[in-house]
């Protein structure tokens, strides 16, 4: 009897063995299987040829929105596995002179060689920044200084998602973008740029644009701030902030310019009070005698306190008896004016 169940025991400890076994070599079977089946699907996937990339490209550059996405992601998902992707992308940089191609080149292979800077950008435009978050949030000037600080090789990712992608939210993403743009000065923006400051763009955009070419290249760009102030057929906003714009300039054509805005009677009166403010900012003068006589004709208050504040710096005894005229139309003008007239009287005094 208890041979009979030694036996027993044996062949059922034998047979656990067997059972873990056979399922050990089905794992192993298994796994043998996997890799095969992904060997053997990367082995009949074909790669893209050359055509069907630079295909994909051409795509990419008449798209824009979700449609470009698509079809950016699309490149760089074979680029993970196909060189010819980065490969026509850097070629199109030396090969082709149309700046579109050339930007796009530059958006793809930084795509594919520096994913991580291109991401860190959009954290960054959207206000994932490190250190202590101020009460209200991170600012405009926090998220652009952010932005800027990554260096010139971001500009490809900025210009994407104002051309291409449009990954914004209007406000102070957007705005933080153009910021960024002006910290950096890159002439890489300059041809988009160029492009939003159509008189056919939004004028928002032609605004944001402007400021952009501003900073990058004052001199090269002096021109376009002139014949932008001069347009008539541009939106009053534009104009008026061109005019603002001329004092930044340093054409010494900027302030006649400003004095010829002021004097022109078919101008609105904000395009007059933003050529006052530029004439102030340069403090000349040989302004003094336009400054008085546009001092005697005018009754808006506004305008007034400019043109109070620009004599305060410049002004002499002789234009005493404006400012109390001036002062005499407004209450508000007539306490600058007090302040003016002892600025004027105290630097007569003093002979400076």
Same mark, same amino acid.
């Given at each position: 009897?208890?041979?009979?169940?030694?036996?027993?025991?044996? #062949?059922?400890?034998?047979?656990?063995?067997?059972?873990?076994?056979?399922?050990?070599?089905?794992?192993?079977?298994?796994?043998?299987?996997?890799?095969?089946?992904?060997?053997?699907?990367?082995?009949?996937?074909?790669?893209?040829?050359?055509?069907?990339?630079?295909?994909?490209?051409?795509?990419?550059?008449?798209? &824009?929105?979700?449609?470009?996405?698509?079809?950016? /992601?699309?490149?760089?998902?074979?680029?993970?596995?196909?060189?010819?992707?980065?490969?026509?992308?850097?070629?199109?940089?030396?090969?082709?002179?149309?700046?579109?191609?050339?930007?796009?080149?530059?958006?793809?292979?930084?795509?594919?060689?520096?994913?991580? *800077?291109?991401?860190?950008?959009?954290?960054?435009? #959207? =206000? &994932?920044?490190?250190?202590?978050?101020?009460?209200? =949030?991170?600012?405009?000037?926090?998220?652009?200084?952010?932005?800027?600080?990554?260096?010139p090789d971001v500009v490809a990712r900025i210009l994407e998602?104002?051309?291409?992608?449009? !990954?914004?939210?209007?406000?102070?993403?957007?705005?933080?973008?153009?910021?960024a743009l002006e910290l950096l000065k890159d002439p890489q923006?300059?041809?988009?740029? *160029?492009?939003?400051?159509?008189?056919?763009?939004? !004028?928002?955009? #032609?605004?944001?644009?402007?400021?952009?070419?501003?900073?990058?290249?004052? /001199?090269?760009?002096?021109?376009?701030?002139?014949? $932008?102030?001069? /347009?008539?057929?541009?939106?009053?906003?534009?104009?008026?902030?061109?005019?603002? +714009?001329?004092?930044?300039?340093? &054409?010494?054509?900027?302030?006649?310019? *400003?004095?010829?805005?002021? #004097?022109?009677?078919?101008? +609105?009166?904000?395009?007059?009070?933003?050529?006052?403010? =530029?004439?102030?900012?340069? +403090?000349?003068?040989?302004?003094?005698?336009?400054?008085?006589?546009?001092?005697?004709?005018?009754?808006?208050?506004?305008?007034?306190?400019?043109?109070?504040?620009?004599?305060? /710096? $410049?002004? $002499?005894?002789?234009?005493?008896?404006?400012?109390?005229?001036?002062?005499?139309?407004?209450?508000?003008?007539? !306490?600058?004016?007090?302040?003016?007239? !002892?600025?004027?009287?105290?630097?007569?005094?003093?002979?400076?």
């Open positions: 009897m208890i041979q009979i169940m030694i036996q027993a025991m044996t #062949q059922a400890f034998r047979h656990k063995i067997w059972i873990r076994i056979y399922f050990l070599i089905l794992i192993i079977f298994s796994a043998v299987t996997v890799a095969v089946t992904e060997e053997l699907t990367r082995g009949n996937m074909k790669m893209m040829d050359n055509t069907s990339i630079e295909a994909l490209l051409e795509s990419s550059l008449l798209a &824009d929105g979700e449609d470009y996405l698509k079809l950016r /992601d699309t490149l760089l998902s074979e680029a993970e596995s196909n060189p010819s992707v980065l490969n026509i992308a850097k070629s199109s940089l030396s090969q082709n002179p149309d700046w579109r191609r050339q930007l796009l080149s530059k958006i793809i292979t930084g795509w594919i060689t520096n994913p991580s *800077l291109f991401e860190q950008c959009t954290k960054f435009m #959207q =206000g &994932d920044l490190s250190g202590i978050k101020p009460m209200g =949030g991170f600012t405009l000037r926090h998220r652009a200084h952010s932005i800027a600080n990554l260096g998602k104002l051309w291409k992608s449009v !990954e914004f939210n209007e406000g102070m993403e957007e705005s933080s973008l153009y910021v923006s300059e041809a988009l740029m *160029l492009e939003y400051s159509a008189k056919n763009q939004p !004028e928002k955009k #032609q605004i944001l644009a402007l400021t952009v070419l501003i900073q990058t290249d004052t /001199d090269k760009y002096t021109p376009l701030v002139f014949d $932008i102030a001069q /347009d008539k057929n541009r939106a009053d906003d534009v104009r008026i902030y061109a005019i603002k +714009s001329l004092d930044e300039l340093p &054409d010494p054509q900027a302030l006649p310019m *400003l004095e010829k805005i002021l #004097q022109d009677e078919k101008r +609105s009166h904000k395009e007059h009070l933003a050529a006052a403010e =530029g004439i102030a900012a340069f +403090s000349k003068p040989s302004t003094r005698a336009l400054i008085v006589k546009t001092l005697q004709n005018s009754s808006d208050e506004d305008m007034l306190l400019i043109l109070v504040g620009i004599l305060t /710096d $410049i002004g $002499i005894k002789d234009d005493i008896p404006h400012l109390k005229r001036a002062g005499r139309k407004h209450d508000t003008v007539n !306490e600058y004016v007090e302040d003016a007239i !002892e600025v004027i009287n105290t630097r007569e005094s003093e002979g400076t």
